[in-house]
C-alpha cells in the first residue's frame, strides 16, 4: 500500500486550516530498518523494525501547531488535522487547494539494496568484524560492532501546492574496541555509512574497518600522554569535519542565530573567518550520509555556501525561520520522523579545499600536534567556545610526524580558530555522525581539507 492510498491530501489540508493559518502541511513515512549488536563476542541485538505515519503541521503568525499519528485512514488523518486546527485561532477557512503534478525524487544509485540481502548475511558481516578486531591484539579487551540499514519513503504535500516523494536507502557499520594495558585503557572507533546499499562494505570490508578501530586503540597505548598549553596544531583530512560541524555549523543554523543564541548572529555579510576560508553545506552530494533530493519540508536540497573567503554569506534555513527573516528557505528544514517537527539541520558541512599540498602543511609546522583522528567534544553555540577530544594524534618534530600522544584536547573558539586557520590544503576527508539537536537525531557528514592552526589551547594529561 503506497503511503497516499486511500484518502484526498487535499482534504485533510484543507480541515487542518479550516480555522485559519498560512501554511499546512502532511508529511507521511514509511520506514523500514535492521540493527545488529554484537558485544562481549556474541550477537546481543538483532531489531528489525518497521514505523509508518504522518505528521500534520499549520504555521500561523509564525507559530507552529503540530500532531501525528500512525494511523493512515482518512478518519485518522482527519482526526489529527482536527487536532491543530483547533489549536489555531483566527484567521480566514482557505478555499480549494490545488495540488501541483507529484514529483517523485530520482534517488541515488544502490547497487546492492541491503533488503535483497539474508539476514544471515547480514550477521556474517558483524561477526566477520567482531573475530577480526579480537584477533587483531591480545590487549584488545572489548568489542562491539553495529550494522544498521533503513528504507525510508516519504511524501511531503503542503497548501503551496507541493507534492514530492523520495526513497532513501542508507547503511551504517562501525566498530568500536577498548584496548588495556595495565592500567591504561584506551579505545578505537572507525565508521562507514551513507546513502548507499551493501556495495560500502565491499569498499571497506569489515574485517578492514575493525582492524582499523583496533590498530588505533592499540597503538594509543604506548603512546605518552599529550603535553599541554599554547601550540600549532595540523588537523589532517582525515580527521573529518567534525570542527567545523560542532565549532561553526551549529551558530550558522538559523534558529539559533535568530534566537541570538549565536555568536554568529546578525553577522551577515561580515568577516567571520580568514579570506581563504569558505564553508558550504550541501545536500545534494551523491550518496552521502545528509544528503537527498528533497529536505523534510518538500524544498529541494542545495548546494549552500554559507562563508565564502571569509565572509559570512547566509544562515541555514527551514520554512518558518525563512518567513521569519524574510528570505527562502536553503532547504536545510529536517526531521528525524514524522514524530518531529522540521528544524534548521546542517547536512554535509564542509570547508572547501585550498591550495596548500597537504605534505607542505606539516613540513612548514616544526613542532606542535597532528591530529588525525577526533573524538567527541562540546560546544557553546552562544560564544562559540569549544573543547575536542583527540582520539589519534602525534607530536610534530621538525615538520614530520613524531611520537604518538594520548589524552590530548583542543580547545578554543570557532570564530577565533577560523579566523587564525592559516594554511588549507588541496585534500579533502570526511567524517559521519549523527547529529542531535532539540531531541532529535539526524544523519550527516562533514568534511574537511587538512587544516593549520598556528595556535590553539591543546590540553594534555597530568603529567604530560
Not at 583522528?373 to 621538525?398: A, C, H, L, P, W
Request: proline share 3%; net charge negative; with cysteine.
Amino acid at each position: 500500500m503506497g503511503l497516499v492510498d486511500g484518502f484526498d491530501p487535499s482534504k485533510i489540508i484543507k480541515r487542518a486550516l479550516k480555522n485559519g493559518g498560512d501554511f499546512a502541511e502532511l508529511y507521511l513515512e514509511d520506514t523500514q530498518s535492521t540493527s545488529i549488536i554484537c558485544e562481549e563476542d556474541r550477537i546481543e541485538k538483532v531489531l528489525p523494525g518497521r514505523e509508518r505515519g504522518c505528521g500534520v503541521r499549520v504555521l500561523s503568525n509564525l507559530k507552529t501547531f503540530y500532531a501525528f499519528t500512525n494511523d493512515l485512514t482518512e478518519k485518522g488523518l482527519l482526526g489529527i488535522a482536527d487536532i491543530v486546527a483547533a489549536a489555531v485561532k483566527g484567521g480566514v477557512e482557505v478555499g480549494e487547494i490545488n495540488l501541483n503534478d507529484k514529483k517523485i525524487a530520482e534517488g541515488f544509485l544502490i547497487k546492492k539494496s541491503p533488503f535483497d540481502v539474508d539476514l544471515a548475511k547480514k550477521i556474517e558481516y558483524v561477526n566477520i568484524a567482531n573475530s577480526a578486531a579480537r584477533g587483531y591484539d591480545e590487549r584488545v579487551r572489548q568489542v562491539k560492532v553495529i550494522y544498521g540499514d533503513s528504507l525510508r519513503d516519504t511524501a511531503i504535500i503542503n497548501s503551496e501546492g507541493i507534492w514530492v516523494e523520495e526513497q532513501k536507502t542508507s547503511t551504517l557499520f562501525l566498530c568500536q574496541v577498548v584496548t588495556q594495558q595495565g592500567d591504561i585503557i584506551q579505545t578505537g572507533y572507525e565508521p562507514v555509512g551513507g546513502l548507499l546499499g551493501l556495495e560500502i562494505l565491499d569498499d571497506n570490508p569489515p574485517e578492514q574497518i575493525a582492524e582499523l578501530a583496533a590498530r588505533r586503540g592499540v597503538m594509543m597505548l604506548s603512546a605518552r600522554k599529550a603535553p599541554g598549553g599554547r601550540m600549532p596544531v595540523v588537523l589532517s583530512s582525515e580527521a573529518g569535519g567534525t570542527m567545523i560541524h560542532e565549532a561553526v555549523g551549529h551558530g550558522i543554523e538559523a534558529d539559533l542565530a535568530c534566537e541570538g543564541l549565536s555568536v554568529y548572529a546578525g553577522k551577515l555579510g561580515q568577516q567571520v573567518a580568514n579570506t581563504i576560508i569558505t564553508v558550504i553545506d550541501d545536500g545534494t552530494m551523491v550518496n552521502k550520509r545528509g544528503s537527498g533530493f528533497y529536505d523534510s519540508e518538500g524544498t529541494a536540497n542545495s548546494k549552500n555556501v554559507l562563508i565564502e573567503d571569509g565572509i559570512l554569506k547566509k544562515y541555514m534555513q527551514s520554512r518558518l525561520t525563512a518567513m521569519k527573516d524574510g528570505v527562502e528557505s536553503t532547504g536545510n528544514g529536517r526531521r528525524q520522523s514524522y514524530r518531529h517537527q522540521p528544524i534548521p539541520r546542517m547536512t554535509n558541512t564542509y570547508i572547501a579545499r585550498g591550495k596548500d599540498n597537504p605534505a607542505d602543511i606539516l613540513k612548514a609546522t616544526d613542532s606542535g600536534l597532528y591530529v588525525v583522528k577526533m573524538g567527541g567534544g562540546q560546544v557553546n553555540t552562544v560564544n562559540g567556545d569549544f573543547v575536542f577530544e583527540v582520539t589519534e594524534g602525534y607530536m610534530i618534530e621538525n615538520g614530520k610526524q613524531g611520537e604518538p600522544v594520548r589524552g590530548a584536547t583542543i580547545t578554543g573558539s570557532g570564530i577565533e580558530v577560523i579566523s587564525s586557520i592559516d594554511m588549507v590544503g588541496s585534500d579533502l576527508g570526511f567524517g559521519i555522525g549523527t547529529c542531535g539537536k532539540d531531541g532529535q537525531g539526524v544523519p550527516v557528514s562533514d568534511a574537511q581539507p587538512t587544516i593549520r592552526i598556528p595556535e590553539i589551547t591543546v590540553g594534555g594529561e597530568v603529567g604530560g
